[in-house]
């Protein structure tokens, strides 16, 4: 049996989870899955996500990506950084920078296990503000100095592409190059705010075509198989090209509700709750979702395309909030399928859930951002 048919049918244990730890961002990016910017007042409290931490140790899970919101402004982000290390749980953490000062630099790069993930979206600050808002470039950038200057090595930019920056390829690499940085592409996906910019951002089928060279031509660019339904277009790009929802990935939301993948924050794919009787562990194990993620598929309308086996019908998520069934084509599909599918499906995107935006930002406005203070 190949890998990626073995990992299809779920693994006892998660590869690595995603782990929203707050909604509170001091940003409101025009794209974001979560519709972040206010926290929830029934987020987990410390002893829960110690408890969290605890189940994950036992699974032998090897990592979290801790996101939000801005996993930082949670005042015990850093008590829970050092608890997941000590029960050797990695930790891989997103941020916009704003919390990076020297000396949280030099606490981060004098601790093992753990990764840090500097998120912009724009290779210039022009671009990028436009997305994140006024003064986030030069925010993350310090960050970075930041890091670079505590010896912190390989740290991670991750960026959203778009039909805005996806000609500035070559400027992310050579922007993280001068940190010392690995660059991290990701998709841009049509849920939270994003679903409001999807139709604008999301990338042309000719820059598709532009990006999958590129991502040959670069294959130490980390996507964490955002770009699978790519590998439609011939040779197929590094990684397990296939979706992972509910398979070897999911995530838990800030007041612990476990969803299928990070981009599916819908009632539609909800499995469960950690708050519940035997925790995260049942609901990986035992939920009724995941169960049904796990069988085999159909290929639907895909049946009869020879990239199928290449692309497997492409991105749950971009199909959900788009309109489009399931079992039918990715509406970035590289043969030109998605594009009727996004036409029948006209009028049918599912209502957005009810967001944590702020109220200055929720028709899309970022807003600005500065460094902030923090006791190391």
């Known amino acids: 049996m190949r890998v990626t048919d073995r990992l299809s049918h779920g693994l006892d244990a998660p590869i690595c989870l995603t782990w929203e730890l707050t909604y509170g961002c001091n940003l409101a990016c025009v794209h974001c899955l979560s519709s972040s910017g206010k926290r929830d007042p029934r987020e987990l409290t410390t002893s829960e996500l110690f408890a969290v931490v605890d189940e994950l140790a036992a699974m032998q899970v090897f990592y979290v990506n801790i996101g939000g919101g801005e996993p930082t402004l949670r005042p015990d982000f850093w008590e829970l950084l050092d608890y997941c290390v000590a029960r050797k749980v990695g930790v891989k953490f ?59 090595e390989n740290f991670k930019v991750s960026v959203v592409v778009t039909r805005d920056n996806v000609a500035q390829l070559d400027g992310f690499l050579a922007l993280t190059a001068r940190y010392g940085a690995q660059l991290r592409l990701t998709r841009l996906r049509p849920s939270g705010r994003g679903a409001d910019v999807w139709d604008t951002l999301h990338v042309t089928a000719d820059q598709q075509q532009t990006l999958y060279r590129w991502l040959l031509d670069h294959p130490r660019v980390l996507t964490g198989d955002s770009f699978f339904h790519l590998s439609a277009l011939g040779e197929p790009l590094p990684g397990l090209n296939l979706c992972g929802a509910g398979r070897v990935v ?32 049942k609901v990986w194990r035992e939920s009724v979702l995941f169960t049904e993620l796990r069988e085999p598929g159909s290929a639907g309308a895909c049946a009869s395309c020879g990239s199928y086996d290449a692309c497997r019908g492409g991105c749950m998520a971009a199909k959900f909030f788009t309109g489009i069934p399931l079992d039918g084509p990715d509406p970035e599909c590289v043969h030109g399928h998605g594009e009727a599918a996004l036409l029948a499906a006209a009028g049918s995107r599912p209502a957005s859930q009810p967001g944590h935006s702020h109220s200055a930002a929720g028709k899309g406005r970022p807003v600005p951002v500065s460094i902030g203070r923090r006791p190391a």
């Not at 981060?108 to 436009?130: F, K, P």
């Not at 299928?260 to 794919?269: K, R, T, Y």
């Open 250 to 281: 999911c995530l838990i939301d800030p007041i612990g509700d476990v969803y299928a993948c990070p981009f599916v924050l819908h009632d539609q794919f909800k499995a469960g709750t950690v708050r519940d009787a035997g925790g995260f562990t």
């Open 94 to 152: 997103s941020t916009n920078g704003s919390r990076i000062t020297p000396s949280i630099a030099q606490r981060l790069a004098a601790t093992d296990y753990v990764d840090v993930q500097i998120s912009i979206d724009g290779a210039d600050a022009a671009t990028n503000d436009a997305i994140r808002g006024p003064g986030s470039f030069d925010v993350a950038v310090t960050a970075m100095q930041h890091l670079t200057d505590a010896g912190f």
